[in-house]
């Protein structure tokens, strides 16, 4: 089963614009990731925010992470043509010993 | 690129075959984590392997087995294949240590008919 849910499922802008996806989970964790896949291949790791932080920067990219409400949101700012690909959100639980938990994704359309 | 290796990039099998799987390692990394993603879905986590021993297992069949090697290589093999299987299978090395971000490698596209 899945521990994170992304929302939305499938997200298109256009390019210059800001994209918005947001990731749940249901248990404890010790961190949360998020990683891009291009067009079915490896996964890319994006950003790395740990449970007792609540905001993490890189480059255009923005996490948040609310452990009240168990729900972490990834901003690109600026998105890129580029930036066309599926995002996921991983949690690396208290109990999952580096195990990580994907959601299904949110598939980002950037359109030139 | 994240140094991480695996082979072959695609396969094809007919139900009730075996197959191998192939992954080499980040330098430096001690711990290989092998993922099932069906398509249009989330990684899957199958098995982790640290210090060649497993550590952890989702929830898989016994038919779904490993390696770790002393150069922390790792294999994944898969008995009596399944049409189900058909997926791509990602590896992931790291170290050894919670909070740990994970580097993929390109993954083996398996089909399985």
């Known amino acids: 089963s899945q521990q994170g849910e992304e929302d939305p499922q499938a997200l298109s802008i256009q390019e210059g614009e800001n994209a918005t996806m947001n990731c749940s989970y249901k248990?404890?964790?010790?961190?949360l990731q998020w990683y891009r896949q291009n067009s079915g291949r490896g996964l890319v790791h994006l950003i790395l925010i740990r449970s007792n932080e609540r905001e993490k920067h890189s480059g255009r990219l923005r996490v948040t992470l609310d452990t009240s409400k168990k729900s972490s949101s990834l901003l690109i700012t600026a998105s890129r043509a580029a930036d066309t690909a599926s995002y996921f959100c991983a949690t690396d639980g208290e109990a999952a010993g580096n195990k990580l938990t994907f959601g299904g994704g949110t598939r980002v359309l950037v359109k030139p | 690129e994240t140094g991480v290796t695996q082979s072959p990039t695609h396969l094809i099998k007919t139900r009730g075959q075996q197959v191998t799987l192939r992954c080499s390692s980040q330098s430096g990394h001690n711990t290989v984590s092998w993922y099932q993603q069906a398509l249009g879905q989330g990684p899957q986590f199958i098995f982790q392997y640290y210090r060649e021993e497993e550590n952890g297992r989702g929830n898989f069949p016994p038919r779904f087995s490993g390696l770790q090697f002393p150069n922390y290589s790792s294999e994944l093999n898969v008995n009596a294949l399944e049409l189900d299987d058909s997926a791509l299978y990602l590896c992931?090395?790291?170290?050894?240590?919670?909070?740990?971000?994970?580097?993929f490698g390109p993954g083996t596209r398996l089909t399985v008919t």
């Open positions: 992931a090395s790291s170290l050894f240590n919670r909070g740990r971000e994970q580097y």
């Open positions: 248990t404890s964790i010790n961190n």
